[in-house]
């Protein structure tokens, strides 16, 4: 049974940082690609960085671009998002997800690809 636990949301006002946290469980975290993800009130949950397996490449969604960082430990099974300059825009609660095959060789950005997803921390930016 694999378990996703985020952890690290708050409120912070416009232009300051967060970092997020998402602990994966119950199979080998270092073979899967993993992601992150947001849903703003009323608003569909999008795509917002990837990370390969192997920590090798990473993708960002244009809006977060040069503002968030994707990393991740393989030797403790975490992913982090590190989030910087931040809008009020970026108001929503996050996903942290992981991709369902191995080893996979393109990054993805549809929830779709996704098999597993934690449930959710809270970033609040106020203006």
């Known amino acids: 049974q694999v378990q996703l636990v985020e952890s690290g949301g708050g409120l912070v006002q416009a232009g300051g940082s967060l970092r997020l946290s998402c602990a994966a469980s119950?199979?080998?975290?270092?073979?899967?690609?993993m992601g992150w993800f947001r849903q703003a009130p009323g608003k569909e949950r999008e795509f917002v960085a990837a990370i390969k397996w192997s920590g090798g490449s990473t993708k960002y969604a244009e809006s977060v671009k040069g503002r968030f960082t994707i990393s991740r430990d393989n030797a403790k099974n975490t992913v982090s998002l590190q989030m910087n300059s931040l809008k009020p825009e970026d108001t929503a609660v996050y996903y942290c997800?992981?991709?369902?095959?191995?080893?996979?060789?393109?990054?993805?950005?549809?929830?779709?690809?996704?098999?597993?997803w934690g449930q959710g921390t809270q970033v609040t930016v106020s203006s």
């Open positions: 997800a992981a991709e369902g095959a191995a080893f996979r060789v393109e990054l993805q950005t549809e929830t779709k690809d996704y098999d597993y």
């Open positions: 119950g199979r080998t975290f270092s073979r899967y690609a």
